[in-house]
């Protein structure tokens, strides 16, 4: 994403141990709606990855309207995505003297907000 928009703000959380896919379904869910809404989506959401991608909208929102001056009423969540972190590898005794892997995934969650086009 070489030439983004100036008026596009965005935040990133890295490292967060919760599943990609799991962050991907919460992401999903805001994708396109105005920053209002989707904060109200999120917090009603019954998902724990969306105490997570609750704050990082709200860092997005924050730098918008501290360092862009943009007002928060009117932005919207134009791009809302999670990519894969490092995975941390467990170990877990099985039964006779085997071993199985556990795979603690983490995530980057990453919300662009930018101003709405006025119609």
């Known amino acids: 994403m070489a ?5 596009e703000v965005r935040a990133t959380a890295k490292y967060v141990r919760v599943a990609p896919r799991k962050a991907r379904a919460v992401v999903s869910l805001i994708r396109n709606l105005p920053v209002e809404k989707a904060l109200e989506v999120l917090q009603f959401s019954t998902r724990a990855a969306s105490v997570d991608v609750a704050k990082v909208l709200r860092s997005a929102i924050a730098n918008a309207e501290n360092n862009n001056g943009l007002r928060a009423n009117n932005l919207y969540v134009k791009l809302a995505y999670v990519d894969e ?5 467990r170990i877990r005794p099985r039964a006779k003297g085997s071993a199985s892997r ?3 995934r983490m995530s980057h969650i990453t919300v662009v907000v930018a101003p709405r086009k006025e119609a």
């Open 3 to 7: 030439n983004t928009n100036t008026n």
């Open 85 to 89: 972190g490092p995975t941390l590898k």
């Open 102 to 104: 556990i795979n603690k």
